[in-house]
């Protein structure tokens, strides 16, 4: 297996892109990767989309996007892990280039969710669900959350301010990001009077659905360092799984599958979780972020919601998270969501994030996740 760097990142802004369609803004993030690249054409394009059929009534993204892009009869394919998405296409980039079957891959990220409205668009997502034991009987993903929420705060007699620095943290790093959906900041308890969404999740824990596009371009490591002045090592790359229904994980609070790919990338890359630098997340709603820091040993079960505070979560706490505003401020754009946290990372492992940068990063983990932890994918990037 060879080494892999991603050489080259893009992204467009999230948000409420009206007149752009998912092809425009899938080439607009491209364009940018190999720009940053210095390189006009790949052996391939994996697309990570999750929700392109029900949203954007549109399938074969591959071959669409690719054609649009001038790509045109390359390898290209969409690869599906509902919001996991984009985690799931880095890794078939990562397999196929590490493999010598391809050379260079573009990995693309892209979701136009303001095709659908309301709850149509609620409807959508549900298919990510268990359509048989969940959605069917009108399940949504954030009511299945707000269980999820309820048991925690119910096991650990906790309340809604115990949560709140999770939220406080990201906008704050949302307001510093010109990408970002949301610039406003969260003011010290207000996070518990916010309207409620499906109780106990309410308006500022929930991440807003957005249409997004990001791309990053990964090569062997030995073609990288004569490409481009820094290249970001891609060392890690792993994919578990749990089961998809929440009623049927003999412990729900639990992320299983967060806790067995992180530890498998700790070890491909020859890492401790003490190394991390930084955590991209996926805080699509906060109690995945306190689930998702026990899951991986960042903190004991039951006290993840501890670690909500400047000293450790901040941008120069012992473990930034959400250095970009995570999916809580960035936006959420579905399935794209796992290649904006690898170019965030690469942002930040460069020394290029700006304001929102972390001092003296050189490890960055990242981990996207399909529903409510049934799909966890994690890599180790490092400078």
């Known amino acids: 297996m060879r080494d892999l760097a991603i050489i080259g990142i893009g992204q467009i802004p999230v948000g409420e892109h009206w007149t752009s369609g998912l092809r425009t803004l899938a080439a607009e993030a491209i364009y940018l990767a190999l720009e940053d690249a210095g390189i006009e054409q790949v ?78 668009r609620v409807e959508a997502r549900s298919v990510s669900l268990d359509a048989d034991y969940e959605a069917a009987h009108g399940a949504t993903l954030t009511a299945m959350a707000a269980m999820l929420m309820r048991r925690y705060m119910h096991e650990y007699n906790l309340d809604l301010n115990a949560f709140e620095g999770f939220s406080i943290n990201a906008h704050a790093n949302g307001n510093r990001n010109q990408n970002a959906m949301f610039k406003n900041l969260i003011k010290p308890g207000r996070f518990a009077s916010a309207p409620m969404i499906s109780e106990p999740i309410n308006l500022f824990d929930n991440a807003p659905d957005a249409d997004g596009a990001a791309a990053i371009v990964i090569t062997s490591l030995d073609r990288a360092v004569d490409m481009v002045p820094m290249p970001v090592r891609l060392t890690a790359s792993a994919v578990a799984t749990d089961t998809l229904a929440l009623a049927d994980r003999s412990d729900p609070l639990y992320l299983k599958a967060s806790n067995i790919s992180a530890h498998k990338a700790f070890a491909k890359a020859g890492v401790t979780k003490d190394a991390v630098d930084l955590f991209e997340l996926h805080d699509a709603f906060t109690i995945l972020t306190a689930l998702t820091l026990e899951a991986i040993t960042f903190a004991n079960r039951g006290e993840g919601w501890k670690l909500a505070q400047p000293s450790v979560i901040g941008l120069n706490g012992s473990l930034p998270i959400s250095t970009f505003g995570g999916l809580k401020a960035r936006g959420n754009p579905g399935g794209a969501t796992g290649v904006y946290q690898a170019v965030e990372a690469c942002l930040q492992l460069r020394g290029q994030a700006g304001s929102n940068q972390v001092p003296n990063a050189k490890v960055a983990l990242i981990q996207n996740l399909g529903g409510l932890g049934s799909t966890a994918v994690s890599h180790i990037l490092q400078i």
């Open 43 to 120: 052996d391939a394009l994996y697309v990570g989309n999750a929700y392109g059929s029900s949203y954007s009534s549109q399938t074969q993204l591959g071959a669409l996007i690719a054609d649009h892009a001038g790509l045109a009869n390359i390898e290209a394919f969409t690869v599906e892990a509902a919001e996991a998405s984009g985690g799931a296409a880095i890794r078939t980039a990562y397999l196929a280039v590490a493999s010598g079957a391809i050379e260079t891959a573009l990995v693309l990220g892209v979701e136009k969710s303001t095709d659908t409205l309301a709850s149509a």
